[in-house]
């Protein structure tokens, strides 16, 4: 079992960045694949990025590749996601979700625990 709380979110500027954080709480932290989705009003909840165990294999959606960086600190029981340029189109609820194996997946339903999630605004 693990629990996963998420923070980092807020209003910004188009252009700006921000950096979420996943916080785990256990022991196995390490032995989990990590993933970040994010659902906007009216739309389904899609795939932001995933990153493996040891945090050397990480996997991006088109829409922010380029601009999104996942990472974890393995000793912190932490995952982050740092945002640059933001977009208006980035404006979500993003969510942190644990996986028990190694490898992220794209796919939503392949995810065991999931966050609350944390309110990001990008204002235009």
């Known amino acids: 079992q693990v629990q996963l709380v998420e923070s980092g979110g807020g ?3 188009a252009g700006d960045s921000l950096r979420l954080s996943c916080a785990a709480s256990g022991r196995t932290f390490s032995s989990y694949a ?12 899609e795939f932001v990025a995933a990153i493996s165990w040891n945090g050397r294999s990480a996997y991006y959606a088109d829409s922010v ?6 990472s974890r600190d ?12 933001l977009k208006p189109e980035d404006t979500a609820v993003y969510y942190c979700a644990a996986r028990t194996t ?8 392949e995810y065991d625990y999931w966050g609350q999630g944390t309110q990001v605004t990008v204002s235009s």
């Open 74 to 85: 393995n000793a912190k029981n932490t995952m982050y996601l740092q945002m640059n340029s």
């Open 65 to 70: 590749k380029g601009r999104f960086t996942i």
């Open 102 to 109: 190694y490898r992220g997946s794209y796919y939503s339903e």
């Open 34 to 45: 990590m993933g970040w989705f994010r659902q906007a009003p009216g739309k389904e909840r």
């Open 11 to 13: 209003l910004v500027q």
